[in-house]
C-alpha cells in the first residue's frame, strides 16, 4: 500500500482524528502529514477511513 497526500491539504485535521498513528501535524507549516514510519499494515482500515472523509480529496490509498 503507498498513500499519495496531495498538496490541497486544508489543516481540518480529519485524517488525523480517524488514524493519529499515521497522520500527524506538521506544525512548521500547519498542514498534515504521512508518518513514514507508520507500519500502514497494521492501519489499513482506518487510512482508508481518513482517505474517505477528507474534505479535500487530499489523500490517495494506492494498492498493487
Not at 8 to 32: L, M, S, W
Not at 45 to 59: L, Q, S, T, Y
Request: proline share 5%; charged share 25%; hydrophobic share 40%.
Amino acid at each position: 500500500m503507498r498513500i499519495d497526500f496531495g498538496k490541497d491539504c486544508i489543516g481540518c485535521g480529519a485524517c488525523v482524528g480517524a488514524c493519529p498513528e499515521v497522520f500527524e501535524f506538521d506544525t512548521d507549516v500547519y498542514k498534515v502529514k504521512v508518518n513514514i514510519g507508520a507500519d500502514f499494515s497494521q492501519h489499513m482500515a482506518a487510512i482508508r477511513e481518513a482517505a474517505d472523509i477528507c474534505p479535500v480529496g487530499n489523500i490517495k490509498v494506492v494498492e498493487p
